[in-house]
């Protein structure tokens, strides 16, 4: 039997033909964007400033794969950024190790720096992650890596003594997710072998 090749809505893939068969600008029938359901009802608690929950708590702890965090750092390196390839390991103990590859020289090999996280963000009052250098005599390279950055993101320093500062609360807020960021009570983050542990509790304020 035939399968109908009628118009359903599965086959619809953004404008339809006029009956001349003709697909000028003047018979294209755009259609519109249907925003998902969950999506508008984030929007709609986001503009009443959670009005219908509040009171709420909840918790979560995401064990994250360091490879995912390696995939999502090298989708995001800009262009501009001195760095060809950047793996993220996460170890025991709150340890991580960063192997970097620089553009130029192009035959300088890649080359490892051993971290840990220093400090914990204390919400609200500082909303920073603090990684330092746990790498013995990598000082004088990191800074050599920290001079060969024309720029950085507003949320994210570096200095010569080998520690990076990350401010949280500008990167939610570079993203448009601040509204949900200062919700947050406690965010901190670890590491075990393979993994990246983030642990967040956010809480709303009760009714009035």
């Not at 490879?67 to 262009?79: S, Y």
């Not at 204390?122 to 890596?145: H, I, K, N, Y």
Request: aromatic share 8%; proline share 8%; hydrophobic share 45%.
């Amino acid at each position: 039997m035939a399968e109908s090749r009628g118009d359903s809505p599965e086959r619809f893939t953004g404008h339809r033909l006029s009956d001349d068969g003709n697909d000028g600008p003047e018979d294209e029938q755009h259609v519109p964007v249907i925003e998902p359901w969950w999506k508008t009802l984030l929007r709609q608690l986001q503009d009443s400033r959670f009005a219908d929950i509040a009171g709420a708590e909840g918790a979560v702890k995401l064990p994250i794969a360091d490879t995912l965090v390696t995939a999502i750092v090298q989708q995001r390196l800009p262009p501009s950024f001195p760095i060809s390839e950047l793996e993220f390991h996460a170890q025991a103990d709150d340890h991580f190790i960063l192997r970097v590859k620089l553009k130029s020289p192009a035959f300088l090999p890649a080359f490892t720096i051993r971290f840990v996280i220093a400090s914990q963000p204390a919400l609200p009052e500082w909303p920073c992650l603090r990684v330092a250098l746990a790498s013995q005599g990598m000082s004088a390279l990191f800074g050599t890596l920290v001079r060969a950055f024309a720029s950085l993101p507003r949320w994210l320093r570096l200095d010569e003594a080998g520690q990076i500062t990350a401010d949280l609360g500008l990167l939610a807020a570079e993203h448009g997710l601040d509204g949900y960021f200062r919700h947050l009570a406690h965010l901190e983050v670890r590491t075990v072998p393979g993994r990246v542990l983030v642990s967040v509790r956010a809480v709303l304020e009760p009714p009035s």
